[in-house]
């Protein structure tokens, strides 16, 4: 029997039962690479032979009952914008096609220390540039409602494999929607934590935007409570990392409150949106209200933080690739574009850094507001269902001209800010693509996000709507 789209819990709790084996998931779970993932490119490397040899060694250390952790025997996809030790982190540049690393991210190491076990690593946009998949080392990746569609970016890889059924868990970073984004377009669950909460690193720099999260990408919001339990809490080598929650994810993920106050903004105040997408969200929306909570209609505006976001972020990349970027043969070899934005951000000055951090602090403010008043935000995730393959993206929806970050309108607010936010599936357009709604939370309240997910799901299920190969 296939293992393809059996939730992570459930394949933990059969695999801890006995009833099936890490190494008959493994088999099955590289077959179904072998066969679907030429058609999509999610994965760019693999490590079949150690993936095997680590299921069979696992299946006799649960055959003979010796206790194994949380996600013993779980097929794992690593995003290539993160180490796995013993294979490249290319970042989906070509200066890096050779950059073997000898040490787990910590966010691997944990996942591998409770048993997943890494199947390879999934594409990326290069250096999580752009809000589709596509690089010059690993070429594009394919939507799987979709093959003439991205599947988002940047973590477009990760999304394509779990909508696809490849693998049940996925690895995934966000610093401006690099989960949501493809979460929304492909159709799966994505969340964004806390910044803090999975610790980032080691790295050879500190980051100076403070904005990247680590998380998850997921079919569905069990299976991403699970993952945050391996691996949330403090570690040394991230200053910003936060302590461990005195309590599992997985634990309450139904302990939803029985009221909550929700606010829907449509449109954050300045964005534009596909009128089939907002349809498919404004029926997302109307689930809560069946649920019995309180919703109301936010009609105020957010600052508009995209050319602020978007200056600060080019801090984080340019720190990974000052060194590269001073060699003509390298420099060269990556994105003209990214080199173009990468330029000016060396010669950003002290005032134009200060004017940013006073454009966070008015954003800051007004979400607090926000909080002070409504449990939970819902917002559209993306602006617009999937665009070509190839891009580039949008530059008008329904006829109307968007400016650059327009298509990303609804995501890059919450890394500026930090807060947690998740999107769930929102429905399918005239064109059979996914919608995606956004949810959320006050500050370090991903149990919330996880909860509200989960109770939507619930009312909502999409367990039963992948698509067909």
């Known amino acids: 029997m296939s293992t393809a789209y059996t939730p992570a819990w459930n394949l933990a709790a059969r695999?801890?039962?006995?009833?099936?084996?890490?190494?008959?998931?493994?088999?099955?779970?590289?077959?179904?690479?072998?066969?679907?993932?030429?058609?999509?490119?999610a994965f760019v490397s693999l490590r079949p032979e150690a993936a095997m040899a680590e299921a069979r060694a696992l299946t006799e250390k649960i055959t003979a009952g010796q206790p194994a952790g949380l996600l013993a025997g779980l097929p794992l996809g690593v995003k290539d914008l993160e180490d796995t030790a013993g294979m490249v982190t290319s970042y989906g540049s070509i200066p890096f096609k050779d950059n073997r690393v000898e040490?787990?991210?910590?966010?691997?190491?944990?996942?591998?220390?409770?048993?997943?076990?890494?199947?390879?690593?999934?594409?990326?946009?290069?250096?999580?540039?752009t809000?589709?998949?596509?690089?010059?080392?690993?070429?594009?990746?394919?939507?799987?409602?979709?093959?003439?569609?991205?599947?988002?970016?940047?973590?477009?890889?990760?999304?394509?494999?779990?909508?696809?059924?490849?693998?049940?868990?996925?690895?995934?970073?966000?610093?401006?929607?690099?989960?949501?984004?493809?979460?929304?377009?492909?159709?799966?669950?994505?969340?964004?934590?806390?910044?803090?909460?999975?610790?980032?690193?080691?790295?050879?720099?500190?980051s100076t935007s403070t904005m990247i999260a680590m998380g998850p990408l997921t079919r569905c919001v069990r299976d991403a409570a699970l993952y945050m339990d391996c691996t949330m809490g403090y570690h040394p080598a991230d200053p910003y990392s936060l302590p461990a929650p005195k309590t599992s994810y997985l634990a309450g993920i139904d302990d939803v409150p029985q009221r909550l106050k929700i606010a829907f903004?449509?449109?954050?105040?300045?964005?534009?949106?596909?009128k089939e997408i907002q349809s498919c969200v404004e029926k997302a929306v109307q689930v809560f209200e069946e649920m019995g909570y309180e919703v109301v209609l936010w009609t105020e505006s957010l600052p508009d933080t995209g050319d602020a976001w978007s200056a600060l972020n080019a801090t984080d990349i340019y720190a990974q690739v000052c060194e590269v970027l001073e060699l003509e043969?390298?420099?060269?070899?990556?994105?003209?574009?990214?080199?173009?934005?990468?330029?000016?951000?060396?010669?950003?000055?002290?005032?134009?850094?200060?004017?940013?951090?006073?454009?966070?602090?008015?954003?800051?403010?007004?979400?607090?507001k926000i909080f002070n008043e409504f449990d939970i935000l819902l917002t559209p995730t993306m602006p617009t269902e999937a665009f070509a393959v190839s891009g580039p993206p949008p530059c008008e929806i329904d006829g109307q001209p968007i400016p650059l970050l327009g298509v990303v309108a609804f995501t890059y607010p919450f890394n500026f800010s930090g807060h947690p936010a998740a999107s769930v599936p929102a429905g399918l357009t005239s064109n059979k693509m996914p919608a995606g709604l956004q949810i959320i939370a006050p500050r370090h309240r991903d149990d919330l996000v996880l909860q509200v997910a989960r109770a939507y799901e619930i009312a909502r299920?999409?367990?039963?709507w992948w698509p067909e190969f």
Request: glycine share 10%; proline share 7%; aromatic share 6%.
């Open 265 to 274: 903004s449509p449109n954050l105040g300045y964005a534009v949106v596909q």
């Open 15 to 41: 695999i801890a039962k006995k009833e099936i084996s890490p190494l008959e998931v493994m088999r099955d779970t590289l077959e179904r690479i072998d066969r679907i993932n030429p058609a999509l490119n």
């Open 103 to 129: 040490d787990d991210s910590i966010q691997v190491a944990r996942l591998k220390a409770a048993g997943a076990i890494v199947v390879g690593k999934t594409n990326v946009s290069e250096f999580g540039f």
């Open 329 to 368: 043969k390298e420099r060269e070899q990556i994105g003209r574009t990214l080199v173009s934005v990468l330029d000016k951000t060396r010669k950003m000055t002290v005032a134009q850094l200060t004017a940013i951090q006073q454009l966070r602090a008015q954003l800051n403010d007004c979400l607090a």
């Open 131 to 206: 809000g589709f998949t596509k690089n010059r080392l690993h070429g594009i990746t394919r939507n799987p409602w979709n093959p003439e569609r991205t599947p988002g970016g940047s973590s477009g890889g990760a999304a394509a494999a779990i909508t696809a059924g490849l693998v049940p868990l996925c690895t995934g970073s966000d610093a401006g929607g690099s989960i949501r984004i493809p979460a929304s377009y492909s159709g799966c669950f994505g969340l964004k934590p806390s910044f803090g909460r999975i610790p980032v690193g080691p790295a050879a720099y500190v």
């Open 461 to 464: 299920p999409w367990d039963s």
